[in-house]
């Protein structure tokens, strides 16, 4: 199987690519991958959760793996429901957030038949492992 690996940087997206980052419930993107999605790819102050413009949000910012571990099952139905979309995910809650790869990347373990949710590659090692 070939691995679908979210590029280390992104600095633009194709039309049908969303950027999937690790937000606060507030929707205030100050800084890190939330800063990017606002700035470049259309993510709207003030809405932390979800889908806005070419990103969808998930809150790493409000308690631990077992609270985002839902919001990451309501975006895996979203990603089914919009196969005509590719989904970037980016290293949620492992910057700001302060979860480590080990913590966040097994809650992606379910997608690794999902052909239109890319990972990145720290992620991808994790999950191999399993």
Same mark, same amino acid.
């Given at each position: 199987?070939?691995?679908?690996?979210?590029?280390?940087?992104?600095?633009?997206?194709?039309?049908?690519?969303? +950027?999937?980052?690790?937000?606060?419930?507030?929707?205030?993107?100050?800084? @890190?991958?939330?800063?990017?999605?606002?700035?470049?790819? =259309? &993510?709207?102050? @003030?809405?932390? *959760?979800?889908?806005?413009?070419?990103?969808? &949000?998930?809150?790493?910012?409000? =308690?631990?793996?077992?609270?985002?571990?839902?919001?990451?099952?309501?975006?895996?139905?979203? &990603?089914?429901?919009?196969?005509?979309? /590719? +989904?970037?995910?980016?290293?949620?809650?492992?910057?700001?957030?302060?979860?480590?790869?080990?913590?966040? &990347?097994? *809650?992606? /373990?379910?997608?690794?038949?999902?052909?239109?949710?890319? *990972?990145?590659?720290?992620?991808?090692? *994790?999950?191999?492992?399993?």
């Amino acid at each position: 199987m070939d691995k679908r690996i979210t590029p280390e940087r992104i600095n633009h997206l194709n039309k049908d690519e969303i +950027f999937v980052f690790g937000s606060n419930r507030s929707g205030y993107h100050g800084g @890190g991958a939330a800063r990017v999605a606002m700035v470049r790819f =259309g &993510a709207v102050w @003030g809405e932390g *959760l979800g889908r806005t413009g070419q990103c969808y &949000a998930i809150d790493t910012m409000s =308690g631990g793996v077992e609270t985002i571990r839902p919001q990451i099952d309501t975006f895996i139905i979203y &990603a089914k429901e919009h196969p005509e979309l /590719k +989904f970037f995910v980016t290293r949620i809650g492992c910057g700001i957030a302060g979860f480590t790869t080990e913590e966040i &990347a097994p *809650l992606f /373990k379910n997608t690794v038949e999902i052909e239109n949710i890319y *990972l990145p590659i720290s992620f991808w090692k *994790l999950i191999d492992k399993e």
